[in-house]
């Protein structure tokens, strides 16, 4: 008997937190302009973005919301996959996926670039070499003029070595002072298990947690996110669908100044 009020209790915070998260989600579309105003350039249509993954379907895995949110704010998007995800010989329909999914998103066919280059496998058992990386890198922010880069942190959102290859790029990119001035390095940030597939229900904490930028979708923008990684055909396993209606990152991305 003594379990039932526990479980009232427990059914009203979640309510609570529900509609917190959605009162939240309507607002958060302005937070994500001034967060990243005071963190990049003083206008957000003067950025010029480079989002950099490793794998075809990581920018609609885990960088929809920072995607569509610069979209909406004007901001100029490229995109730079440092493999075709040839882990299971699939990577020439994988690179045609990540267009597709790029388009849902808004980054045009002419901004995306796919690394192919034999030293840098799909494969966590390889360890990217962050020079080679980092020379990639630095071609495409000095063919476009980028002032805003965007990766994985540290932990790499899911752990993974190649995510994790990007950060320790950018990282000696910033550290050894190559980068031009004015740009900017973002930097995804990793969550706890639980918060990542707590969907919307995230939103609350995120706006309590220490972060330089915050990007929150609508729910129109959310469905966007989700078409695009419906564009993975290849890859979408039952698990794969359990994500899209579960994640965090399909709603939320908080990042960080590197």
């Known amino acids: 008997m003594a379990l039932a009020p526990l479980g009232s209790l427990l059914a009203a915070l979640l309510a609570l937190m529900w509609l917190g998260s959605r009162w939240l989600r ?11 105003c005071a963190a990049g350039p003083a206008r957000a249509d003067d950025v010029r973005a480079l989002i950099v993954t490793a794998h075809p379907d990581d920018e609609a895995m885990f960088f929809a919301p920072t995607i569509l ?6 901001a100029q998007l490229w995109l730079l996959c440092c493999s075709s995800g040839n882990y299971y010989n699939q990577g020439e329909i994988r690179k045609k996926e990540l267009v597709q999914s790029c388009a849902v998103l808004g980054i045009p066919p002419s901004n995306v670039t796919v690394i192919d280059h034999r030293d840098l496998p799909d494969d966590p058992a ?3 070499d962050t020079h080679l990386l980092s020379t990639f890198v630095i071609k495409h922010i ?9 990766t994985f942190d540290a932990g790499g959102v899911s752990g993974h070595a190649n995510h994790i290859a990007l950060y320790a ?11 031009p001035e ?25 706006c309590l947690q220490s972060q ?24 979408l396993l039952w698990f794969r669908h359990t994500y899209i209606l579960f994640s965090r990152f399909m709603v939320i991305n908080s990042l960080c100044l590197l």
């Open 26 to 36: 309507r607002r958060g579309a302005g937070w994500g302009h001034r967060t990243l």
């Open 126 to 128: 390889v360890e990217w």
């Open 212 to 235: 330089d930028v915050l990007f929150i979708l609508t729910k129109e923008e959310s469905e966007q996110a989700k078409r695009a990684m419906r564009c993975h055909h290849s890859q």
């Open 69 to 74: 949110s610069l979209g909406r704010f004007r």
């Open 182 to 206: 004015g740009c900017r390095v973002l930097m995804l940030k990793s969550v706890n298990l639980l918060r990542k597939y707590i969907s919307i229900l995230d939103v609350p904490i995120s």
């Open 142 to 150: 000095e063919t476009n003029n980028i002032n805003l880069l965007i």
């Open 169 to 179: 790029a950018l990282r000696y990119l910033h550290s050894e002072g190559k980068l």
